[in-house]
C-alpha cells in the first residue's frame, strides 16, 4: 500500500479489526510513508483513540496486521517502542512527580535520551522542572506530553488528541515544532485530531474514519480536490440527484450537501459549487448518506 | 529484556516516592512497638504487612494516574510489566528482610529484645511464605480488575484467616498449634516455605501474565 514510488511505509496497518461492546473497528488500512506528517480525522468515538491504541499493544486485535518500520508490532514491540514518540490524549504520569521525576522514571527506557535537550524542550514550553504535575493546567500537561515524547529523539511520533486543551498560541508552537521535527526525512507523524485547522498546516496525507471504518486515506490535496460542496435552490435536484450528496441538508431557501467530484456530471450545471475543507467533509460524513464503496 | 525489567523496578520504587518516608520509619516503628509489648514477632509481621501494603499502594496509584498507559508506551511489552512488578515485590521482601535482621541484630546485642538466632530466622521465612500466599492470590487480581473492583475480594481474603480462626473450636486451634510447631521447629522444613514462596510467586505471576495479556487499556 505504498504512496509514495520507492518510500518505504514507516506506519502500515492492513485490514485490522477489533470489536469492543458495541463498537467495531473495521477492516481499517492505511499507510503512511517515511518522511511525512498524517493527519488522522474523524469525529469522536469514530475509532481513532482504538486503532492508535492496537498500534501500541493497549489493545489486542481481533485481525489483521500492524506494521511499524516494516517490523511486525508485536514481534518487535521493544526495539520499536524505543523509536516512537507517544502523546495520548490525557496525561499518565503520577500526579506528584516532577517533572525531573518524570524524567527519572522514563529516561533509562530510552538509549537516545538527551537531558539537555528536555530542558530545552521544558522551557520553550514555560515549564518548570521541579514543578508537580498536578499543579500544571490540562494545557500544560500537554505540553510536558511532547516534551517528553520529543526527547529521545523518536523516529515516529503518534499524537492522539495533542492538540486538546492547547490554546491557538500552544498550537501554533507544537506545529512549528513538528515542522522541526519533520525536516529529517526519515520521520514520521500519526496526527489524530477532531481540530481540523491544525492539519491544513502540517498534514500531507489524510486518513479519515467513520464509525469505526476508513473512509478515505490519501494526500491532503487529493482529499481536498475530490470533494465539493454543492448548492442550489430546493426543487434543483431530484431524489436520485439527492442520494449522491453526503450530509444532505435542506434549509429555507435551498439544499446544500457533499459530493464526489465524479459524481458532479450527473447533477444540473446551474448547481454551485464550493471547494470544500476537512471539517466540511468530516461533519457531511458524520451526517450520513455517504455511498458505500 | 533483562536490563528493561530492572528500569521498570526502578520505575516503581519512583512511583512509590510519595510513600518513601513512610517505608524507611516502618522497621523502626514496628520494633518500637515490639519492644513496648515485648512481642518480638510483631516486628516482622509488622513489617511484611508493610510490603504487602506496598504492593497494594503501587497498585493503587498505577491505576489512579492510568500507569499502564505510560509502560505500554515505553519499550516494554505486556510480559515485561507483569515480571518486572513480580520482580519489584520481591525486592521489596528482600529489602524488608535485610532491614529487620539488621534491626533483630542491634537490638539482640544492646540485650532489649530476646530474638534466639533460629526463632528469628524462622518466624522470617514462615512470614515470607505466608504472605506470598495472600500476593499470589491478590496480584492477578489487582492486574485483572485493578485495586478498586478487587477490593471486596481482597477483603473477604484477609478477613478469612480470622473468621476460621474464630470459629475454630479450642481443640480444633490445639491441633493447628501442634502442626505449626512441629513445622516451624524442625530446622530440615525450612527449605519447604522457602521453595513455597518462588513456586506460589511464579505460578502467579504465570496468571498475571496469562490476565494482563487480555486487558484493555
Redesign the interface.
Known amino acids: 500500500m505504498n504512496h509514495t514510488a520507492n518510500t518505504p511505509n514507516i506506519l502500515e496497518v492492513n485490514h485490522l479489526s477489533k470489536r469492543?461492546g458495541t463498537f467495531a473497528l473495521d477492516d481499517v488500512s492505511f499507510a503512511l510513508p517515511q518522511g511525512f506528517i498524517m493527519g488522522f480525522i474523524g469525529e469522536n468515538g469514530a475509532g481513532k483513540t482504538t486503532t492508535i491504541?492496537l498500534m501500541?499493544?493497549?489493545?489486542?486485535k481481533d485481525k489483521g496486521e500492524i506494521k511499524i518500520f516494516g517490523q511486525e508490532h508485536l514481534q518487535y514491540?521493544?526495539?520499536i517502542?524505543?523509536r516512537?514518540g507517544?502523546v495520548?490524549d490525557?496525561?499518565?504520569?503520577?500526579?506528584?512527580?516532577t517533572m525531573l521525576?518524570i524524567e527519572?522514571?522514563?529516561s533509562?527506557?530510552?538509549s537516545k535520551w538527551d537531558h539537555s535537550r528536555y530542558m530545552n524542550l521544558l522551557e520553550h514550553f514555560s515549564l518548570e522542572p521541579k514543578k508537580q504535575l498536578k499543579a500544571l493546567s490540562r494545557g500544560m500537561k500537554m505540553k510536558l506530553m511532547v516534551a517528553v515524547a520529543l526527547t529521545h529523539d523518536p523516529d515516529l511520533l503518534i499524537l492522539d488528541e495533542p492538540t486538546s486543551g492547547l490554546d491557538a498560541v500552544a498550537r501554533n508552537e507544537l506545529m512549528e515544532i513538528l515542522r522541526i521535527f519533520m525536516t529529517d526525512e526519515r520521520k514520521g507523524v500519526l496526527f489524530s485530531t477532531h481540530i481540523t485547522s491544525d492539519l491544513e498546516k502540517v498534514a500531507d496525507y489524510i486518513t479519515l474514519i467513520h464509525k469505526g471504518r476508513i473512509l478515505e486515506t490519501q494526500t491532503k490535496d487529493e482529499l481536498l480536490e475530490k470533494y465539493l460542496v454543492v448548492k442550489g435552490g430546493l426543487n434543483l435536484l431530484t431524489t436520485e440527484q439527492r442520494q449522491m450528496l453526503i450530509g444532505y441538508r435542506e434549509h429555507s431557501v435551498g439544499f446544500d450537501g457533499l459530493i464526489d467530484c465524479a459524481s458532479l456530471r450527473h447533477l444540473p450545471t446551474s448547481i454551485v459549487t464550493e471547494p470544500s475543507n476537512f471539517d466540511e467533509i468530516m461533519i457531511r460524513f458524520n451526517m450520513g448518506g455517504e455511498i458505500d464503496e | 529484556?533483562i536490563r528493561?525489567l530492572f528500569?521498570f523496578i526502578?520505575?516503581d520504587f519512583?512511583?512509590l516516592?510519595?510513600n518513601w518516608k513512610l517505608y524507611l520509619v516502618t522497621p523502626f516503628l514496628a520494633f518500637a512497638v515490639s519492644c513496648f509489648f515485648k512481642d518480638e514477632l510483631a516486628a516482622i509481621y509488622f513489617c511484611l504487612y508493610m510490603t504487602m501494603y506496598t504492593s497494594t499502594q503501587l497498585f493503587s496509584?498505577s491505576e489512579?494516574?492510568?500507569?499502564?498507559?505510560?509502560y505500554?508506551?515505553?519499550?516494554?511489552?505486556?510480559q515485561?510489566v507483569v515480571i518486572g512488578r513480580y520482580l519489584f515485590i520481591l525486592c521489596t521482601q528482600i529489602i524488608a528482610s535485610i532491614a529487620l535482621t539488621i534491626l533483630a541484630s542491634i537490638l539482640q546485642t544492646a540485650g532489649i529484645t530476646a530474638f534466639g538466632d533460629n526463632t528469628f530466622i524462622t518466624q522470617l521465612i514462615y512470614g515470607l511464605f505466608i504472605i506470598s500466599i495472600f500476593s499470589a492470590i491478590q496480584i492477578p487480581l489487582y492486574f485483572k480488575r485493578g485495586v478498586n473492583k478487587s477490593k471486596l475480594i481482597i477483603i473477604i481474603l484477609y478477613m478469612l484467616p480470622v473468621v476460621l480462626f474464630l470459629l475454630s473450636s479450642s481443640q480444633g486451634l490445639a491441633i493447628i498449634n501442634r502442626i505449626i510447631d512441629s513445622i516451624t521447629n524442625n530446622s530440615t522444613l525450612l527449605i519447604v516455605p522457602i521453595i513455597g514462596e518462588f513456586i506460589l510467586l511464579g505460578i502467579s505471576c504465570a496468571v498475571s501474565c496469562r490476565l494482563y495479556?487480555?486487558k484493555?487499556?
Not at chain 1, 501500541?56 to 489486542?60: G, K, P, T, V, Y
Not at chain 2, 489512579?64 to 505510560?70: A, C, G, I, S, Y
Request: proline residues 2%; glycine residues 0%; aromatic residues 8%.
Open positions: 469492543l491504541k501500541l499493544n493497549m489493545l489486542a514491540e521493544r526495539e517502542k524505543e516512537i507517544v495520548m490525557s496525561p499518565y504520569y503520577v500526579d506528584a512527580w521525576d527519572h522514571a522514563v533509562s527506557f530510552y | 529484556m528493561n528500569i526502578k520505575l519512583i512511583t516516592k510519595q496509584i489512579k494516574n492510568k500507569l499502564d498507559t505510560l505500554l508506551t515505553l519499550s516494554l511489552s505486556r515485561d495479556r487480555s484493555n487499556i
